[in-house]
């Protein structure tokens, strides 16, 4: 068996191609990379053999943040309830705001907006009921929360793609969604601070390409 020399002291090993992928998505994401040229360092992702050619592809990039758990409130600050309601309008909760323990979101024929990423959790598990009658409610949650979901959809849908929050960190609160999307939807996804929900959904789209050609 042939043995593999430990990286020179100071250096970190490089990512394997995925993990090169994921870094390279997250670069697009903070608007260190536009698309061309995310595109650009994904097709040479293919083509590089070395581990030298391999961090060479990253080394001009600035160091990533470090996903940590949205900031937490104290017990006492969230409420236990809270409701969130749209009826042939619009409603939305975001920037720094407490979620209750228990959030109820009803659209019907209106949308209503629920953006986590800047929110202040308290510990422990948080509630939200969706309620989405032709209508729908959006979730946006961020990197490093755990988000577990099960609604029911009928003539319509209830939408929380697989992997899509993966970066979960030790500790980190819990968000749990439940409901019902009645001929209207309730999504859930994860989104990056600043980034829009085109940008996000260009993002997945590249990384699941360049996981597809990387098999």
């Given amino acids: ?27 697009y994401a903070l608007d260190n990379l536009d698309e061309r040229e995310l595109e650009r360092r994904l097709d040479v992702l293919y083509r590089v053999e070395g581990e030298g050619d391999m961090r060479g592809l990253l080394s001009d990039l600035p160091a990533l943040p470090r996903v940590e758990a949205p900031v937490a409130a104290g017990a006492r600050e969230a409420p236990a309830r809270g409701v969130a309601i749209a009826v042939m309008g619009g409603t939305e909760r975001k920037g720094n705001w407490i979620p209750p323990r228990k959030l109820v979101a009803v659209a019907a024929m209106g949308g209503v907006e629920l953006d986590f990423r800047e929110a202040r959790f308290a510990a422990g598990v948080s509630e939200v009921m969706a309620v989405a009658f032709w209508g729908g409610v959006e979730i946006v949650v ?11 959809a009928l003539m319509g849908g209830f939408d929380h ?55």
Avoid: W
């Fill in 161 to 215: 793609p697989a992997g899509e929050n993966e970066e979960v960190v030790a500790d980190a609160p819990v968000l749990r969604i439940g409901g019902v999307a009645f001929m209207g939807g309730v999504e859930i996804s994860t989104r990056y601070p600043g980034e829009t929900k085109k940008q996000a959904a260009r993002r997945r789209k590249l990384a699941r390409e360049a996981r597809r050609r990387l098999r």
């Fill in 1 to 27: 068996m042939v043995s593999h020399p430990d990286p020179p002291a100071g250096k970190s090993p490089a990512p394997d191609r995925s993990s090169a992928v994921d870094i390279l998505c997250r670069h």
């Fill in 142 to 152: 961020p990197p490093g929360i755990r988000v577990e979901s099960n609604g029911i």
